[in-house]
């Protein structure tokens, strides 16, 4: 299991480089500062599961979590989304060295 969120992790990070990597060009050719909200990037990607999703935390979810964290989190930018997303599995994952050390008895 901890192979699986390792991965994951690996993959969410692979991918705030590249949102990053995509709004650090954006930013160059406007010359100004370009951050993507996660809603855009996502809608670029694969505009029906975004709908999929929207419907179904409305749906299967309290309102008002829907109204205030998953829109909120839908204007946060694609890559501090991922970084983030990153980072908690990779913490989920670590596995903590033995206190005691390598060569005990």
């Given at each position: 299991m901890r192979f699986l969120l390792r991965l994951a992790s690996l993959f969410a990070l692979a991918v705030a480089v590249i949102a990053g990597a995509i709004d650090?060009?954006?930013s160059v050719?406007?010359?100004q500062v370009v951050m993507t909200p996660m809603s855009d990037a996502w809608q670029d990607v694969s505009p029906t599961t975004l709908i999929a999703l929207q419907?179904?935390?409305s749906y299967y979810v309290?309102?008002?979590f829907y109204a205030f964290i998953f829109q909120w989190l839908m204007l946060q930018?694609?890559?501090?989304v991922f970084l983030v997303l990153?980072?908690?599995l990779?913490?989920?994952g670590y596995k903590k060295p033995p206190v005691a050390g390598?060569?005990?008895a």
């Open positions: 650090s060009i954006q050719a406007s010359s419907s179904s935390v309290h309102p008002r930018p694609a890559f501090a990153s980072l908690i990779w913490m989920i390598r060569f005990t």
